[in-house]
């Protein structure tokens, strides 16, 4: 007998029907574009994990910032790569994040922000169906992170109908 791959990467809420948190939960999936609910909770277990870390890693250092940041180099360096952090932030900062930081690194509301389409739905079609690249590479998944450095990559498919700036969708979209 095989052992199967946990392939559940978020905890769903302990109690499921409060009003407030659906109203929350629901504002943020129409604001992000995101599918489902899922998705959501994908990224704040997400973030409950960047909090867990940072907590251990000051706990480790009994509190000392510095000593906790030499401790965490690499979990240091790929909060700053991904943007989650800026470079003047301290590891404490992982504490006050939000779950719309880690939303706000997603390819599908990078693509949105860059102006590539009119709303972010829309963002996560024209991603799905190949349209739009990072660094050259074409790239159909919406919840992928964007690194810092490869923002400014982000751009139409040079074979797509998209990088016509005359397309309908695309001339909407630059109003």
Request: overall charge negative.
């Given at each position: 007998?095989?052992?199967g791959n946990n392939?559940?990467?978020?905890?769903?809420?302990?109690?499921?029907?409060?009003?407030?948190?659906i109203a929350q939960?629901?504002?943020?999936?129409?604001?992000?574009?995101?599918?489902?609910?899922?998705?959501?909770?994908?990224?704040?277990?997400?973030?409950?994990?960047?909090?867990r870390e940072a907590?251990?890693?000051?706990?480790?250092?009994?509190?000392?910032?510095?000593?906790?940041?030499?401790?965490?180099?690499?979990?240091?360096?790929?909060?700053?790569?991904?943007?989650?952090?800026?470079?003047?932030?301290?590891?404490?900062?992982?504490?006050?994040?939000?779950?719309?930081?880690?939303?706000?690194?997603?390819?599908?509301?990078?693509?949105?922000?860059?102006?590539?389409?009119?709303?972010?739905?829309?963002?996560?079609?024209?991603?799905?169906?190949?349209?739009?690249?990072?660094?050259?590479?074409?790239?159909?998944?919406?919840?992928?992170?964007?690194?810092?450095?490869?923002?400014?990559?982000?751009?139409?498919?040079?074979?797509?109908?998209?990088?016509?700036?005359?397309?309908?969708?695309?001339?909407?979209?630059?109003?």
């Open positions: 007998m095989t052992t392939t559940k990467f978020y905890e769903t809420p302990n109690h499921p029907f409060q009003g407030e948190r939960e629901s504002d943020l999936l129409s604001r992000y574009g995101l599918k489902n609910k899922e998705e959501l909770w994908r990224a704040q277990s997400e973030l409950r994990n960047l909090r907590r251990r890693l000051l706990g480790e250092a009994q509190g000392d910032v510095e000593e906790a940041e030499s401790l965490g180099a690499e979990f240091m360096a790929r909060m700053r790569r991904y943007g989650i952090l800026s470079a003047e932030d301290d590891i404490s900062q992982t504490l006050r994040l939000d779950v719309t930081d880690i939303l706000e690194r997603r390819f599908q509301t990078v693509a949105y922000r860059k102006g590539l389409a009119q709303t972010p739905q829309q963002a996560r079609q024209f991603i799905v169906h190949g349209h739009v690249t990072v660094d050259g590479a074409r790239t159909t998944i919406p919840s992928r992170k964007v690194e810092v450095d490869e923002e400014d990559t982000v751009a139409f498919d040079e074979t797509s109908k998209l990088a016509d700036e005359l397309h309908p969708e695309r001339a909407e979209a630059q109003e």
